[in-house]
């Protein structure tokens, strides 16, 4: 059996969700052969998840039944999982100076015109107001440079700060220096 049919993505997880949270949770679909949360170096979530089902028939109806699935404040993105390959190996975006009043249908609308996208994300504080950063990643590596090409230091219509994009440091090297941490 195909990997591409047996394995989900799970992107938007509340913070506070656990491996096992979320086996019980999928495991409603089909027998669930492997499970788990990513996390960073300290453990902390990175808000996605992968499952993995023993059937393509599992696969497909925790992605119909899930994708969109509120849980607490979230609702979390259900999507079959791609194997990586070299065209998406710099496919992410990461986005700062975005106007702290977008949603997630904005800002994914300022950004599709470049290629399909994947994922995309918004970070926000504990009391739910956006920091103004976010991450995108594209379905190619070439869609995301010419979206930053095309997007770096515009500023965006009713807005005074332009966007700073970029592509080649680090998720933790670009929050330090973007977030100061």
């Not at 938007?12 to 096992?20: A, F, I």
Request: proline fraction near 3%; include cysteine.
């Amino acid at each position: 059996m195909n990997h591409s049919e047996t394995k989900v993505i799970i992107n938007y997880l509340p913070q506070y969700m656990t491996d096992e949270d979320l086996q019980l949770l999928f495991s409603k679909f089909g027998k669930v052969t492997s499970c788990r949360i990513v996390r960073d170096s300290n453990r902390i979530s990175l808000a996605y998840a992968f499952v993995q089902y023993d059937s393509a028939a599992s696969t497909a109806n925790s992605i119909l039944e899930l994708n969109g699935h509120q849980i607490g404040t979230k609702r979390i993105k259900v999507s079959y999982s791609r194997q990586s390959s070299p065209n998406i190996k710099h496919a992410n975006l990461y986005v700062a100076q975005l106007p702290r009043t977008y949603t997630a249908t904005e800002f994914e609308a300022l950004f599709s015109e470049y290629g399909q996208i994947i994922t995309s994300n918004i970070l926000f504080d504990e009391s739910g107001s956006s920091k103004g950063v976010g991450f995108i990643r594209f379905d190619k590596d070439y869609q995301a440079d010419q979206a930053r090409v095309a997007l770096d230091k515009h500023i965006p219509d009713g807005h005074s700060e332009p966007l700073l994009c970029s592509m080649h440091i680090t998720r933790h090297k670009w929050m330090r220096q973007v977030l100061g941490g």
